[in-house]
């Protein structure tokens, strides 16, 4: 799959997320303090509960209903009481624009 884009970098505050869809994916992308960029699908996998909705802590994003947090990195839940990862994105900066690859990744546990 190709890049596309799916906001201005001005839309993506410091640990606020932001959700996006690209193709048939639903995608909260974060900013954190750093500046580094992440992408990560938008469903937490304990129920249907958007984690751009969330909270960014460090390098994870953490589900507001139950707690789950979510490695921005990896997309595997950190603590209970959701046990398989969201898919990751390729996401990259391009001028003032961020594109996404909608092809999902799922890493191995860390
Ligand atoms: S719905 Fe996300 S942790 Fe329960």
Redesign the pocket.
């Known amino acids: 799959m190709a890049f596309e884009r799916v906001c201005a970098a001005s839309e993506v505050q410091v640990d606020t997320p932001k959700r996006v869809v690209v193709g048939e994916w639903p995608i909260a992308v974060v900013r954190d303090s750093a500046g580094n960029l992440f992408a990560i699908g938008d469903r937490?996998?304990?129920?249907?509960?958007s984690?751009s909705e969330g909270f960014v802590e460090g390098c994870e994003l953490e589900?507001w209903?139950?707690?789950?947090r979510f490695s921005l990195t990896t997309g595997w839940p950190q603590n209970l009481?959701?046990f398989e990862p969201v898919p990751v994105f390729e996401i990259k900066l391009e001028n003032d624009d961020i594109l996404i690859d909608p092809t999902p990744i799922y890493k191995e546990k860390e």
């Open positions: 937490c996998t304990h129920g249907d509960i984690l589900c209903a139950h707690g789950s009481p959701a």
